[in-house]
T-cell receptor, first 115, second 114 residues
Framework: DAMVIQNPRYQVTQFGKPVTLSCSQT?????MYWYQQKSSQAPKLLFH???????NEADTPDNFQSRRPNTSFCFLDIRSPGLGDAAMYLC??????????????FGQGTRLTVV | AQSVTQLGSHVSVSEGALVLLRCNYS??????LFWYVQYPNQGLQLLLK??????LVKGINGFEAEFKKSETSFHLTKPSAHMSDAAEYFC????????????FGQGTTLQVKP
């Protein structure tokens, strides 16, 4: 049973054309993460939501934005994709809190190609 | 500063040999520690985790890891490597706090030779 679902699995977009990646979860976790992973590199945290609070990493480009309309859904918006934004984008969730489990559950990822 | 370091980007072992993948972290508060495995074009799968309690934790596929606070380490081991263990392994640390977040190490590619 899929618990963290990312759509689509593969996305091709044109240089400079806005694109949105989506993530949904059935775990009712309060924390949702977006990571960017380039080939042979570690996942890099772009931002995360802790409940409704948005936490942006200092080195995340302004070109990347996110929305979380409710607990179950989270979106990654890339306003003007460049060739350097081609990567695998991973969504993850966890149950945060002082006594949180903190184990993160990952989706299968969306592989973004920019042409 | 909070950080995670994996020593060795590539590790090669023979089938049946011991696997040792190293991970060190830097944190001012007790962290939660994880090892994930990633196969090509797949998401991340949790191998094992340490949150509290016993410092030697066992995970799936015969892997285990030991949390050593004095050494700020969480090395991953497996007594006998299988060909199917060839993959990318990531150590991750959850830094708790008001905005708690999960940070990954650089990753280690494990190659298993027949």
């Amino acid at each position: 049973d899929a618990m963290v679902i990312q759509n689509p699995r593969y996305q091709v977009t044109q240089f400079g054309k806005p694109v949105t990646l989506s993530c949904s979860q059935t775990l009712n976790h309060n924390v949702m993460y977006w990571y960017q992973q380039k080939s042979s590199q570690a996942p890099k945290l772009l931002f995360h939501y802790y409940d409704k609070d948005f936490n942006n990493e200092a080195d995340t480009p302004d070109n990347f934005q996110s929305r979380r309309p409710n607990t179950s859904f989270c979106f990654l918006d890339i306003r003007s994709p460049g060739l350097g934004d081609a990567a695998m984008y991973l969504c993850a969730t966890s149950r945060g809190g002082r006594v949180g489990n903190t184990e993160a559950f990952f989706g299968q990822g969306t592989r973004l190609t920019v042409v | 500063a909070q950080s995670v370091t994996q020593l060795g980007s590539h590790v090669s072992v023979s089938e049946g040999a011991l696997v040792l993948l190293r991970c060190n972290y830097s944190s001012s508060v007790p962290p939660y520690l994880f090892w994930y495995v990633q196969y090509p074009n797949q998401g991340l799968q949790l191998l094992l985790k340490y949150t509290t309690g016993a410092t030697l934790v066992k995970g799936i596929n015969g892997f285990e890891a030991e949390f050593k606070k004095s050494e700020t380490s969480f090395h991953l081991t497996k007594p006998s490597a299988h060909m199917s263990d060839a993959a990318e392994y990531f150590c991750a640390v959850y830094f708790s706090g008001n905005t708690g977040k999960l940070i990954f190490g650089q990753g280690t590619t494990l190659q298993v030779k027949p």
